[in-house]
Every structure is written in C-alpha cells, then in structure tokens.
C-alpha cells in the first residue's frame, strides 16, 4: 500500500502515539496490530473506520473471535472508541464505527 505524505507536524505527533502504544503494557499483540491497521484504513476527513469482523480477520490474518477480545483491550485502554449501531443498521452490514484516540480517550484528529 501507498500512503500520501503527510505534514512533518502530524508526522512527529503520530510518532508519539506509535510510542505511547508499543509501550502501552495493557495492550496485547494483537490489539496493537488491530489499531494500526484501523488507523490505515480511518477516513482521514472523518476519523471513522468501519470495516466488518470478517474483513478485518481476513486482512490482519486472525481468528474472527479474537477481535472482540482486541476491541475491549483498545477501548478500555481509551485506543478506540466503539459506536454500535443500532439493531436495524446491523442487519445492513452498518454495525460498528471506530473512532482512533491517543490513549487518553482523545479522538485522534482529523483533516480540514
């Protein structure tokens, strides 16, 4: 995959939030390779990032059940924060939204 640059600035704070998350002592593998992979897969305009289970495990090469393992670890440790949707969105395939944050609950930003 090919990512566009991005300014020096979100680059150096992005460097921070990689940090802070490898050190992050609560978080598994697993949950630290499910974040960097809904950061690149975020819209960058909105900051959401709704891709389902199955796609995630078929991308991340993982059992489908271990995600939601993955999901608590991140949001309890404010990684991600999750909306569900509501029962009739479900059955559309429009589930969960995720919403990156910084460790301290913070949604990351976004573009303008």
Same mark, same amino acid.
């Given at each position: ?9 979100? %680059?150096? &704070? ?9 050190? @992050?002592?609560?978080?598994? %593998? ?6 960097? *992979?809904? *950061? ?5 305009? &909105? ?5 389902? *289970? ?14 939601? &393992?993955?999901? @608590? ?24 939204? *995720?919403?990156?944050? @910084? ?10």
């Amino acid at each position: 995959m090919n990512f566009p640059p991005m300014p020096i600035s979100e %680059r150096q &704070t992005l460097a921070g939030i990689f940090s802070a998350l490898v050190l @992050d002592k609560q978080l598994s %593998r697993g949950a630290f390779h499910l974040w960097h *992979y809904l *950061y690149h897969r975020r819209n960058r305009t &909105t900051g959401l990032c709704c891709p389902g *289970y199955r796609l995630i495990s078929s991308d991340i090469r993982c059992n489908i059940h271990s995600l939601q &393992t993955w999901i @608590d670890e991140l949001e309890s440790a404010g990684w991600v924060q999750v909306e569900r949707g509501e029962p009739g969105e479900q059955r559309k395939g429009i589930s969960f939204h *995720y919403i990156l944050c @910084d460790g301290k609950g913070n949604p990351l930003a976004t573009a303008k």
